[in-house]
């Protein structure tokens, strides 16, 4: 019978059909609750707020820096660590700057240099109406090199 539906067929396509729907949903909120609580750049997780706002990659930066005895310098971003900053930067969580600090901290122990505390802050640029420029700081995280069993509560 070609006319006719199988009606125990239609059950599984329903939420079959209704799936990316919800997910998409799903994805939508989570990013933007992201974006209002954890300063999640409107640019990734979903995307959804990218026509919106500037919030991209350009208009955030990190600040780092390394403090041991005798020293305490900033430090520019090596180019073997740009993509875990720009990270890091878009979506200043625990886990992304933790994972940056232990990344700079390494880097300057192959080179030999002392490290004992490194401290990341995460910048934003904001522009008023007439297109005046401020930096308003995101994050900042310290992360104490010695100390491992404390920097993981």
């Known amino acids: 019978m070609a006319g006719k ?3 125990s ?7 079959r059909v209704w799936l990316p729907a919800i997910l998409l949903i ?3 909120v989570a990013q933007i609750i992201l974006a209002k609580t954890a300063d999640l750049s409107p640019w990734k997780g979903g995307g959804f707020g990218m026509f919106a706002t500037i919030d991209g990659t350009a208009f955030r930066h990190m600040r780092i820096v390394v403090e ?22 878009l979506f200043p969580s625990e886990r992304f700057l933790l994972k940056t600090a232990k990344a700079v901290a390494a880097r300057e122990r192959r080179y030999e240099r002392p490290v004992e505390t490194v401290t990341i ?16 700081q995101l994050r900042t995280f310290t992360w104490h090199v010695d100390r491992e069993a404390d920097n993981s509560r």
Do not use: F
């Open 5 to 7: 539906v199988n009606s």
């Open 9 to 15: 067929t239609m059950v599984p396509l329903g939420w």
């Open 26 to 28: 799903v994805v939508a």
């Open 68 to 89: 041991a005895p005798g020293r305490s310098e900033q430090l520019d971003i090596a180019p073997s660590q740009e993509i875990i900053t720009a990270r890091s930067a």
């Open 121 to 136: 802050e995460v910048w934003r640029a904001d522009y008023n109406e007439y297109l005046e420029g401020t930096d308003r």
